[in-house]
């Protein structure tokens, strides 16, 4: 793995300049916060890195493995392009078609296309600034898509495309809905190009089921062995398909131990954690949620804050976190600081939305970003609150008509439905809520309560029947994941009350696991370290009835714990 970590260094610094180069800034940033990640020992602190002949190739724009692949510039149309960029830089996007022209150089093909359409999407967020109001024209699409399509889908016949080209053209198939089509672009432009991360969230915006994960990620294990570009794929999909945590950890541990401090990393672990607390409750409305209790998504919340004081992204999933905790404190604390850091940002807003004054916030986030999920979702939870359920049901529609996969908006939706007394359509939200979180109880308690209100008794039966079952399921397999991940990190003084958690319910079961001697052997060891030996005794004693090696190893640290007894008692 070592090895394939520098070599993903090389290759993202690479990609960083390309990537620079044709102006998409998502991916830029993230290529940036994954390299700031990168374990300090798999770093060349010995040679200046600009002065170091090996790395002049990755410095330069046009000396690049993929540059290298396109046509070289005339002088005259690197010119242009410097120009060009600038011009992107100042958000002019309608001068760049002006100095650009109709060139087919990749370059400058990619960058007036690209220009275009951002300048298209600009009008159209012009014409639905007014938020759930009677001018707002939620239906307006961008007047320069027809005219970008054809124009790719010409060039595209013709295999003239290159990787950022067909990103661009899977963009606007997408846009149109043909998803099949768009989806088999993407995977070329990653295919030619794999370190275009926006072309990997394009993607992933299009598998919508487990199936598709399943098949997805049997194609790319076999075009793209190796990739850690492909790892952090998957991983997102995990998340946004609620698939098993244990899938995410195999796939992002190997990840965690060579990019430790790692933003992005961390975010993606937390959002994990996030989504699992309290059996899938997040962002659900106050008034029927019970008190919650500390969960894991709190420590890599806060881990992430302290490497990253002023990242903005993924601090209103964790204002989110501290309202269903009930922080008050340390959610003020979170939007004052996010609001001096940058007040006109969508998460700023929505951070600030968690405190009074909750709907002016929500509105301004979603005005600086129409797509903005979390801020929908939120928004018709406040208006159920305030009993106006028509707003509430028009917000919960606008979030899933951004992403049909998200439970809570289906969840919100029912809600609504169900307090207009429309048990029908309830249930269909319900269940498709259900569908995505099958093992969350409350999603059963609510099926069953509707089904009871229609008199349909074998209904109620069974899902009172899967709520129960869900209620009782043990998840002691996850505070032991958790431990992994913070002792993966390097942070086993946070991994030792998680991995004691663990030792604790398991030895109630009775049964000797390899899994439970393993965790025994770590805690006496730790135990030994801090000199507390008659806890050491009793982790190692746990383990010596298990299996090789684990027997020998308790054995080994009786042994030790022995000799500073039988030391005392001669003296």
């Known amino acids: 793995m070592a090895v394939k970590i520098l070599s993903y260094q090389y290759y ?8 620079n180069a044709s102006m998409i800034l998502t991916s830029n940033n993230r290529a940036c916060e994954m390299l700031d990640g990168i374990k300090k020992e798999l770093l060349d602190s010995k040679i200046p890195f600009t002065n170091n002949e090996i790395h002049l190739k990755a410095l330069s724009t046009y000396h690049t493995d993929y540059e290298s692949s396109l046509p070289p510039l005339l002088e005259e149309d690197y010119n242009k392009y410097q120009f060009a960029k600038a011009l992107f830089q100042m958000r002019q996007f309608d001068r760049i078609g002006d100095v650009l022209g109709d060139s087919k150089s990749p370059k400058l093909y990619f960058l007036r296309l690209y220009a275009k359409y951002l300048s ?41 495309l290159d990787a950022f080209a067909l990103y661009l053209y899977g963009v606007v198939l997408k846009k149109r809905k043909s998803n099949l089509k768009a989806a088999t672009v993407l995977l070329k432009s990653i295919q030619a190009y794999e370190y275009n991360w926006s072309a990997w969230l394009e993607l992933a915006s299009l598998i919508e089921n487990k199936k598709m994960f399943s098949d997805i990620q049997t194609l790319l294990d076999r075009i793209m062995r190796g990739s850690i570009m492909k790892r952090l794929f998957l991983a997102k999909l995990c998340i946004h398909l609620y698939q098993p945590s244990e899938i995410f950890q195999g796939i992002m541990i190997p990840l965690l131990c060579h990019f430790p401090s790692s933003a992005y990393i961390l975010s993606q672990f937390a959002l994990l954690f996030y989504d699992k607390m309290v059996r899938g409750v997040m962002g659900f409305p106050s008034f029927f949620l019970e008190k919650l209790e500390y969960n894991e998504s709190l420590q890599f919340f806060e881990e992430l804050r302290k490497l990253h004081p002023s990242r903005l992204e993924d601090m209103d999933i964790y204002s989110n976190l501290l309202h269903l905790r009930m922080d008050r404190n340390r959610l003020c604390i979170l939007a004052l600081e996010c609001d001096r850091i940058d007040r006109y940002t969508p998460e700023a807003c929505c951070v600030k939305g968690e405190i009074p004054e909750s709907i002016e916030y929500f509105r301004r986030a979603l005005k600086l970003n129409r797509s903005y999920l979390l801020a929908w979702i939120l928004l018709g939870h406040d208006y159920i609150e305030l009993k106006d359920t028509s707003v ?10 951004i992403d049909d996969r998200d439970y809570r908006a289906w969840y919100g939706l029912g809600q609504a439905f169900e307090v207009r007394k429309l048990c029908n359509e309830a249930i269909y939200c319900y ?91 770590t805690l006496a060891e730790n135990a030994i370290n801090e000199n507390r030996l008659s806890e050491a005794k009793e982790y190692a004693s746990t383990a010596l009835n298990a299996r090789h090696p684990h027997h020998e190893r308790a054995r080994e640290l009786l042994d030790r714990i022995s000799l500073p007894e039988k030391k005392k008692d001669t003296f």
């Not at 993202?12 to 990537?19: A, K, N, P």
């Not at 009008?123 to 790719?152: F, G």
Request: proline share 3%; with cysteine; net charge negative.
């Open 120 to 160: 298209g999407e600009k009008r159209k967020e012009e014409l639905t600034q007014d938020i759930l109001s009677a001018k707002e024209d939620n239906t307006a699409e961008s007047p320069e898509l027809n005219s970008i399509c054809e124009e790719l889908s010409e060039d595209y016949e013709k295999d003239k």
């Open 12 to 19: 993202v610094i690479f990609g960083f300049t390309s990537i």
């Open 392 to 401: 509430a049901i028009e917000c919960y529609r606008r979030a899933i008509s």
């Open 431 to 521: 269940q498709k809520a259900t569908d995505f979180r099958p093992r969350d109880p409350r999603m059963w308690r609510v099926l069953a309560s509707c089904y009871e209100a229609l008199g349909r008794e074998m209904d109620n039966d069974y899902c009172t029947r899967n709520a129960i079952i869900c209620d009782n399921a043990s998840d002691n397999t996850a505070t032991l994941q958790l431990g992994k991940i913070f002792q993966e990190m390097g942070k086993i003084h946070v991994a030792i009350p998680y991995y004691h958690a663990f030792w604790e319910k398991a030895n109630k079961i009775g049964t000797i696991t390899d899994e439970l001697a393993e965790i025994s052997v």
